[in-house]
């Protein structure tokens, strides 16, 4: 089986800016590691050797920059144009191995890899992981029968269709891709395109993980990721004024708060100088 795996890294986290101005969200840090590092680590420990970026061109000077840095097998395939996260696979179908796993880049995953690795091995359809969620309504719902997807349920209101939720980690059969080719446009969506189409198909099946998943897309989610053991989490070279209360908050290098400052559920910037008597709740802080 294949030890290659196709990471999607071309979404920016637009709703964590400023922190992330300029920056594509796999590249943001978690406890000062960068978010693909996190998650190669992890795809590494699998059994995962050579990995394939699909990145935007908007960021090629930072993944060249991070390619060059770093001594894993790196393989950067960037899109001139915007093909939403199927895009450039379908594109490119007839080019890719007969099957391939794929992941999206920018979450953090708590699964048992191999387990899924080794389920795999004797199913004959593309297959999606897929968690269970106490709220799916923010979500898109996999309506199931047994193992077999029949239908994607775009924020459910209740919990009719259940409530299991993609993980982002696929494992993709060419010869499906392949079926379906000629009802998609380009630009393409996993979630509300190629998967819907194989679900409707019924060459789509689910594997269900006892695990965790984090998208640390939002500032509570960036925060969550930060601090799943400690209630903060503080870079070095902070200094810390007198009477400073900090909850559940997220404080980057080299910032200097001053005396009686109260922050909850914030990220704060590097560099930040916050003044003396300041309250910062539910913010991004620069």
């Not at 693909?36 to 935007?56: M, P, R, T, V, Y």
């Not at 980057?252 to 309250?279: R, Y």
Request: proline share 2%; with cysteine; charged share 25%.
């Amino acid at each position: 089986m294949s030890k290659t795996i196709y990471l999607l890294v071309g979404g920016e986290a637009t709703r964590l800016k400023p922190l992330s101005e300029g920056i594509p969200k796999a590249l943001l840090t978690v406890k000062d590691t960068s978010i693909i590092d996190l998650i190669i680590d992890n795809l590494e420990q699998a059994g995962f050797e050579k990995f394939k970026l699909l990145c935007s061109i908007k960021h090629k000077e930072q993944w060249e920059q991070y390619q060059n840095q770093t001594t894993r097998s790196i393989e950067l395939l960037f899109e001139t144009e915007k093909l939403d996260t199927a895009g450039y696979i379908v594109q490119n179908i007839d080019a890719f191995e007969e099957t391939f796993f794929c992941m999206n880049g920018d979450l953090l995953l708590d699964m048992d890899f191999e387990t899924f690795i080794s389920y795999i091995e004797n199913v004959s359809n593309s297959t999606i992981c897929s968690v269970q969620v106490d709220n799916p309504s923010r979500f898109g719902v996999l309506h199931l029968d047994n193992d077999k997807v029949v239908n994607f349920i775009e924020k459910p209101d209740d919990l009719k269709y259940g409530n299991n939720i993609s993980m982002g980690f696929y494992y993709i059969y060419k010869k499906d891709i392949l079926k379906i080719k000629e009802y998609l446009n380009i630009p393409a969506s996993f979630e509300k395109d190629v998967f819907p189409s194989l679900a409707q198909n019924l060459l789509l099946d689910c594997y269900k993980v006892d695990g965790n998943m984090i998208d640390v897309g939002t500032r509570e989610s960036y925060i969550k990721a930060h601090t799943d053991i400690n209630d903060n989490w503080i870079a070095e070279n902070v200094t810390l004024g007198l009477n400073t209360e900090i909850e559940n908050s997220v404080v980057f290098e080299n910032s200097q708060i001053g005396n009686d400052v109260k922050i909850s559920n914030a990220i704060i910037l590097k560099d930040s100088v916050i003044p003396d008597g300041t309250i910062i709740t539910k913010e991004i802080y620069k």
